[in-house]
């Protein structure tokens, strides 16, 4: 457990890759890495419950994702529904509320149906957000908040020569979510991948070689702790951010 005196990042999001090496690693077949993917889902929400991370967002299912073989596709659609049909009354049990973002509207029926119903039963609790993002992609999140910005100065609703990020922002699908202050990508990439692109202009970045079925909560305090130990300085000098005393 990370010491009360530290800093925990408000927001963390994660890029959970490494699960299709992980699998390959144990010649098993690629869904069974994601099986366990979904396992390591659930230890690292409870650990970030437990260090007091307050948004917890999970990169789940990209736009890009649809390209994969259609069985992969189908059994991630599958591990999904079946991850919210048992988790949800552990959200509940754990007041964490249940978020999504990205086009969730194109994911199947049953997938948008009990993500509904676990909204609905966790939409009241305000300590803890788990956010999936699904069907996510940052450029397609782009172009829906400005069309939705279009039509809001179309109706007279948004004034367009408000220039402030601020205004902007309230049309992307993370309105109500601060940026993430901590953004983590599992299995040795280090790449970004079309996701929250804009909100992680001042993110600090963590990339580990752990595979996200391996990634363990120990592996998340580490990286709290990789975070705790950095200065961000927004584009400002180190004496601005920490003035000598
Ligand atoms: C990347 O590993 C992982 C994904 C594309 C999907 C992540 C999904 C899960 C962990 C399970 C479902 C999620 C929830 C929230 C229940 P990869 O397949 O690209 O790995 P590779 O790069 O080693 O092939």
Same mark, same amino acid.
């Given at each position: 457990m990370t010491p009360a005196s530290a800093k925990i990042p408000t927001h963390v999001a994660i890029i959970m890759? %490494?699960? %299709?090496?992980?699998?390959?690693?144990?010649?098993?077949?690629?869904i069974e890495g994601h099986r366990r993917g979904v396992e390591t889902v659930r230890s690292i929400i409870d650990a970030?419950? !437990?260090? %007091?991370?307050? @948004? =917890?967002? =999970? @990169?789940? &299912?990209s736009v890009e994702n649809w390209k994969r073989p259609e069985d992969e596709v189908a059994g991630l659609m599958t591990l999904l529904d079946y991850f919210l049909k048992r988790e949800t009354k552990t959200l509940v049990k754990n007041k964490v509320r249940l978020l999504t973002i990205g086009r969730t509207e194109g994911m199947p029926e049953t997938v948008r149906t009990r993500l509904a119903e676990a909204k609905k039963a966790t939409a009241h609790f305000t300590g803890h957000t788990l956010? =999936?993002?699904?069907?996510y992609g940052a450029r397609t !999140?782009?172009?829906d908040a400005a069309?939705?910005?279009a039509k809001a100065v179309a109706s007279g609703k948004q004034n367009p020569d408000d220039d402030s990020w601020e205004s902007f922002s309230r049309h992307l699908y993370t309105a109500d979510i601060p940026d993430p202050d901590l953004v983590i990508r599992t299995s040795g990439e280090t790449r970004i991948s079309n996701f =929250?692109?804009?909100q992680s202009a001042y993110a600090e970045f963590i990339f580990t070689p752990v595979l996200w079925p391996d &990634?363990?909560?120990? !592996? &998340?305090?580490?990286a709290l702790a990789n975070y705790a130990s950095r200065e961000r300085r927004y584009g400002l000098t180190s004496e601005q951010v920490a003035p000598a005393k």
């Open positions: 890759d %490494g699960n %299709g090496r992980w699998a390959k690693q144990r010649k098993l077949p690629r970030a419950r !437990e260090h %007091g991370v307050k @948004y =917890l967002t =999970l @990169y789940a &299912f956010i =999936l993002a699904l069907n !999140e782009i172009i069309r939705a910005y =929250l692109l804009m &990634f363990s909560k120990e !592996e &998340f305090a580490a």
